[in-house]
């Protein structure tokens, strides 16, 4: 009997894909879930949806619904994390607002530059009280990270407690979307029309999803480097092994220059290709911010669409909510991806063999030229002894540059948030690629602090 514990578990999305997944599973049949979340409301639906889906799936599972982590963990094996101090979108906005007033503009400000630091610093706190209580409930246990900034908190988990730690994202499949647009017509792949780009747009996902249901089954993609931040290093065809980079390259150029133009840039300048689509990759890169030049504009990046995606969660709870009651087919929930949490506790817990396309861990040699111990992406193998990093080698030095800037970044936000110090937080925003002013860096620090002392107690 296997025991996981969900904590976030009231997100409208893990209730949609990561429950049913779990849930679907004749391997965990049987198994303990406990879902936490601090919002009752939200628990409340996604406790009674999993009772329903245990019930009409007859999946054997002992559920329980807890508003405290520390009363869930006890004897836990995975701790599936997908926590985030909200308002979401309000305080999103609200971070690429505060930079606005001091001539700092951020390209997204979700996960690099000054947001990258604050995001963080607002989630660190109830982050290390979960994982210092798994040191004496659960200290064997697999802490399976979900939430934003991937480097960074899966970072304040490695260095700063002795749990392990895995973060999983899915962004790699942008690379397969746009791999997949580029070779359309070389491997059979029809493109919908419509699709502008691998920006979060509503209206774009499901056309992107069609993009990549159909790449996943002929190309092998084998990508490294820090989340939202990594690079693909090879291309080869699944079905005939033939490698298909330099056809790419070729494909990629004679794209509109429309489609995602600042991943063409780079691709262009550096002769690697960059996973994570336009809107991800411009917070990490320093060309992106310059008040003068604008190229924000000049690349058309999209900002997140607060107030829609807000209004998308309370639809998708509203929704959940009515499967939960049974007014609702649950038949949708028959064919969810867990985004890779099922993939690790099924492989960890029966001793299965599973390679993984993507996963954060420590950097024990797996990418040789970045930082040992900092929190990088590579493809893993999943077993019963656990997690591990396929080997890739070096990236081109010029790439790694600009991981490794991030990456010391990353863990100067992390030992500033955990020790509540000043001093480092400022050093963190001075050294930021998004910052080009020192006083700006001081005035934003200090905006930041003051607008959410309320969530920053350690400062």
Same mark, same amino acid.
């Given at each position: ?55 009409e799936w007859n999946s054997g599972f002992e ?69 210092? +209580?798994?040191? #004496? ?6 802490? =399976?990270?979900? !939430?934003? &900034?991937?480097?960074? %908190?899966?970072? *304040? ?43 979060? +747009?509503?209206? #774009? ?6 993009? =990549?249901?159909? !790449?996943? &089954?002929?190309?092998? %993609?084998?990508? *490294? ?43 262009? +300048? ?66 969810? +991806? ?99 002013d020192a006083d700006a860096a001081r005035l ?16």
């Amino acid at each position: 009997m296997t025991t996981i514990i969900v904590i976030g578990a009231g997100s409208a999305s893990f209730g949609e894909n990561t429950l049913s997944a779990l849930l679907r599973s004749p391997k965990l049949r049987g198994s303990i879930l406990r879902l936490v979340d601090r919002n009752a409301q939200s628990l409340d639906i996604v406790y009674r949806l999993a009772n329903r889906l245990n019930r009409e799936w007859n999946s054997g599972f002992e559920i329980s619904a807890h508003q405290n982590h520390k009363g869930a963990l006890a004897g836990a094996d995975f701790v599936v994390s997908a926590i985030e101090v909200g308002p979401r979108e309000e305080l999103w906005k609200s971070d690429y607002e505060i930079t606005l007033k001091y001539g700092i503009h951020q390209p997204y400000a979700e996960n690099g530059g000054p947001g990258g630091f604050i995001h963080t610093a607002r989630n660190i706190g109830p982050l290390m009280e979960i994982v210092h +209580d798994m040191e #004496q409930a659960c200290p064997k246990a697999w802490f =399976i990270n979900f !939430t934003n &900034p991937m480097v960074r %908190i899966c970072d *304040a988990v490695n260095r700063h407690s002795k749990i392990k730690v895995v973060g999983l994202c899915h962004q790699i499949y942008t690379g397969y979307a746009m791999a997949g647009v580029a070779l359309a017509k070389d491997l059979g792949i029809q493109v919908p029309d419509g699709l502008e780009g691998m920006h979060a +747009d509503v209206m #774009q996902h499901p056309l992107q999803q069609m993009v =990549i249901h159909q !790449t996943l &089954p002929l190309i092998d %993609i084998r990508a *490294a480097g820090t989340n939202h931040f990594s690079w693909i290093l090879s291309v080869h065809d699944r079905r005939t092994g033939e490698d298909l980079y330099p056809l790419l390259k070729q494909r990629f150029f004679e794209l509109d220059s429309n489609f995602e133009p600042l991943t063409r840039r780079v691709f262009r +300048d550096f002769g690697l290709f960059p996973v994570p689509g336009d809107t991800h990759l411009c917070e990490y890169l320093p060309w992106m911010s310059n008040p003068n030049t604008k190229p924000w504009k000049k690349f058309n990046i999209r900002l997140y669409d607060w107030e829609l995606m807000a209004g998308l969660r309370d639809f998708s709870l509203d929704r959940l909510n009515e499967m939960a009651d049974g007014q609702m087919t649950i038949e949708s929930l028959l064919d969810t +991806d867990s985004e890779g949490a099922l993939e690790m506790i099924e492989n960890i817990a029966f001793a299965g063999n599973h390679y993984h396309l993507a996963a954060n861990l420590p950097n024990m040699g797996q990418i040789v030229n970045l930082p040992v111990n900092a929190i990088v992406e590579t493809p893993v193998m999943v077993n019963g002894a656990g997690i591990h990093p396929v080997h890739v080698g070096s990236l081109p030095e010029p790439v790694a540059e600009l991981c490794r800037r991030e990456l010391m970044i990353a863990q100067l936000g992390v030992d500033a948030a955990v020790e509540g110090d000043y001093d480092k937080a400022l050093q963190c925003l001075l050294l930021d690629p998004v910052i080009h002013d020192a006083d700006a860096a001081r005035l934003i620090l200090d905006d930041y602090l003051m607008t959410y002392r309320e969530q920053l107690p350690q400062f």
